[in-house]
C-alpha cells in the first residue's frame, strides 16, 4: 500500500521526516486518521535502509510494539511482535515463527529521496 493511498495519510511527495531522525536500529511510527479509520505505521531503519509496514499484527490485529520505536528482538535481525512473540523478516514483512507463522505485515510504501523520507 502506498502511504498516499492511507486514508488521512501523507499527500504523495509529502515528507515524513529526515534519515537521521530515526536512529538507526530503531524505528519511528506514524499515525494517520481518527478513531476507527486510525492507520499506524512504523518505518524500521537499518543502516541507509528503511522498512515500512503497518503496526498490526497479523495474529491479532493489536500493535506490535509496547515501547516507541522499538520492533526488533535482541539482534536486530528480526521485526518482532511484543505480544506473543512472532518473528518477521524485516526486509518482506513475512511471519518466520509465531502464531501467525507464514502471514505478512502490511508493507507502505515510502521512498528516500535526499535524505527525506517521503510519501508515494
Ligand atoms: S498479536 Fe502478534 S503474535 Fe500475537
Redesign the pocket.
Known sequence: MKASDIPGGPKKGEILCRLLDIEDGRAKEFVYGQGDEIRDIFIQRRGDRIYAYENT?P??F?P?NMKAGDFTEKTGQYLI?Q????LFDIKTGLCLA???NGQSLTAIDVDVKDGNIIAI
Open positions: 499484527c495474529h491479532a493489536i506490535l511482535c505480544n506473543h512473540g512472532a509465531g502464531p501467525c
